[in-house]
Each structure stands twice: as structure tokens, then as C-alpha cells.
């Protein structure tokens, strides 16, 4: 069975300083990695996600994560955060096989911004 | 377009009885998944219907969860004899296909709490 270790519960940072949000994975598959943030008061949104190809993923909004696979990790990174990048994250990830494609998630790991 | 909603946002009910929660998906999308979202256990993965397939219902916790997919479409999940550690916020999230390189759009929740 597959799952998700967020080890950091609550991530406190300074406004344009860099975060890392550290994610870990155990699966006997190869996997399809995801990010969730899920803004105050919000649903649940799609950040970036690793299906295959280039280990370096990026979203829109400066955030990037890295597959490693040796190290089965998902970190998510960004140079110089944001107020509005105050939000719970969330790693998941899927199996690629035909069937359920349910999403095992992490335990989310609350992002505040300190001016 | 519209998203996922659900309803009712918030419900309150009395240990012993019965609710139903309500998601309507994206048109079009023919896979539904819920999660439950709750303190202690982050997000899990509950029942997910793909078309007409027979729905997948590893993750009901428990013979008192039940839920329908009608005309392909709208979701009703059902709770019995509701529990306080069945408070929660209920999640629905649809796809498009069965691939898995399509993303979940989940809806807002319904926070149920049993008094």
C-alpha cells in the first residue's frame, strides 16, 4: 500500500524568504506525485504534479517541486515566498494503473507567512 | 464553467441519526471520488465511481457509509447511525476519464459535525 509522510505539521516564514515543504512516499509502484494547497477558507486546488518525464516540476505561482526517486521525495520549494502563499499544503500520490485512481494524501503541512 | 459543489456546506445532527451529503461533479466528468477530511487523520480516500463500473468502497470506514451515483451524475453519500468521530468535512472531487493524468477538482466540503 502506498502513503505520504509530511513531517512538518506547521511552517512558519519570514515574507520573501525561501521554504521547503518536505514530502516522503512509500509505494511498490512507481507513483504519480502531486502537491494540493488548500487556501483559508477554500477547497482544494491542484498546485503541480509529476507524471512522468523531467523531475523538476513548477506551477504558476513560483512554486517547484523535484521527484526523487532514491530518496522517494516530493519536496516543494519556493525561492521567496508571499503573504498570500499562507495556505495548508498537501503531497498525494496516485498509482498509474487502470482502475481506482484515488489519491493517498499527506497529513498537509501549514504554510504562514510572517510580514 | 461551474466547479464541484456540495451541499449542505455545514451540517449539524444528532448522534444516532442519519444524513446525506450531496456532491453534483463537473459535467461531463465521469470519474467521482469522495474523501473525509478530519483532525488526526488528514484526507482520506473513501468511494469512487468510474462511469457504470461498480463503485470501489475500500475506504468506507465502516457498513454504516453508503453511497450512489445516480445517471451517472449527481452523488449522494449517506451516513447511519452517525458517531461523533464521524465529524468531519466531507469531501467530493470529479475527473474527466479514467487516466490518471487527469486532474481531481474537488468541491468545497460539507463540515458535518455529530453532537
Known amino acids: 500500500a502506498q502513503s505520504v509522510t509530511q513531517l512538518d505539521s506547521q511552517v512558519p516564514v519570514f515574507e520573501e524568504a525561501p521554504v521547503e515543504l518536505r514530502c516522503n512516499y512509500s509505494s511498490s509502484v512507481s507513483v504519480y506525485l502531486f502537491w494540493y494547497v488548500q487556501y483559508p477558507n477554500q477547497g482544494l486546488q491542484l498546485l503541480l504534479k509529476?507524471?512522468?518525464?523531467?523531475?523538476l516540476v513548477e506551477s504558476i505561482n513560483g512554486f517547484e517541486a523535484e521527484f526523487n526517486k532514491s530518496q522517494t521525495s516530493f519536496h516543494l520549494r519556493k525561492p521567496s515566498v508571499h503573504i498570500s502563499d499562507t495556505a495548508e499544503y498537501f503531497c498525494?500520490?496516485?498509482?498509474?494503473?487502470?482502475?481506482?485512481?484515488?489519491?493517498?494524501f499527506g497529513t498537509g503541512t501549514r504554510l504562514t507567512i510572517i510580514p | 464553467g461551474a466547479g464541484v459543489s456540495q451541499s449542505p456546506s455545514n451540517k449539524v445532527t444528532e448522534k444516532g441519526k442519519d444524513v446525506e451529503l450531496r456532491c453534483d461533479p463537473i459535467?461531463?466528468?465521469?470519474?467521482l471520488y469522495w474523501y473525509r477530511q478530519s483532525l488526526g487523520q488528514g484526507l482520506e480516500f473513501l468511494i469512487y465511481?468510474?462511469?457504470?463500473?461498480?463503485?470501489?468502497k475500500s475506504g468506507l470506514p465502516s457498513d454504516r457509509f453508503s453511497a450512489e451515483r445516480t445517471g451517472g451524475s449527481v452523488s449522494t453519500l449517506t451516513i447511519q447511525r452517525t458517531q461523533q468521530e464521524d465529524s468531519a468535512v466531507y469531501l467530493c472531487?470529479?475527473?474527466?476519464?479514467?487516466?490518471?493524468?487527469?486532474?481531481?477538482?474537488f468541491g468545497p466540503g460539507t463540515r458535518l459535525t455529530v453532537t
Open positions: 498525494a500520490v496516485s498509482e498509474p494503473n487502470f482502475g481506482n485512481e484515488k489519491l493517498t
Open positions: 472531487a470529479s475527473s474527466s476519464s479514467y487516466l490518471k493524468t487527469d486532474e481531481q477538482y
Open positions: 465511481f468510474q462511469g457504470n463500473s461498480a463503485p470501489d
Open positions: 459535467s461531463g466528468h465521469t470519474a
Open positions: 509529476y507524471l512522468s518525464g523531467s523531475t
